[in-house]
């Protein structure tokens, strides 16, 4: 099972911009969609972005369509989420996750929270008014 260590964020004002970064070991990363979650405070977990390893294909929720950017370095085990006109309503904890393909040759970056079958520790963005 992949291990994913998550780090990046920080306290930004609105408008702003941040990179979280997620590196994972222990895996053959090729059997997984990966992607990032966040969590807002008294609210439930929600899916953000999400890129399928393999293929580079990725997806989006609506609400971070043009503003955010998935990516990953195959040399570095390493995915990342730019994130740039941020608002306060990004404010969360920030999830990076790992989910096996299914089928194992799918190419789509589908991804959903009962899907995930590992988790990052977490990083906090704050975004300030």
């Known amino acids: 099972q992949v291990q994913l260590v998550d780090s990046g964020g920080g306290l930004v004002q609105a408008g702003g911009s941040l990179r979280l970064s997620c590196v994972a070991s222990?895996?053959?990363?090729?059997?997984?969609?990966m992607g990032w979650f966040r969590q807002a405070p008294g609210k439930e977990r929600e899916f953000v972005a999400a890129i399928n390893w393999s293929s580079g294909r990725t997806d989006y929720v609506y609400s971070v369509k043009g503003r955010f950017t998935i990516s990953r370095d195959y040399a570095k085990n390493t995915m990342y989420l730019q994130m740039n006109s941020l608002s306060p309503e990004d404010t969360a904890n920030y999830y990076c996750a790992a989910a096996d393909k299914s089928p194992p040759w799918s190419v789509s970056a589908t991804m959903s929270l009962s899907s995930v079958s590992s988790w990052g520790q977490g990083t906090l963005v704050t975004v300030s008014s």
């Open positions: 222990g895996g053959a990363f090729s059997r997984y969609v």
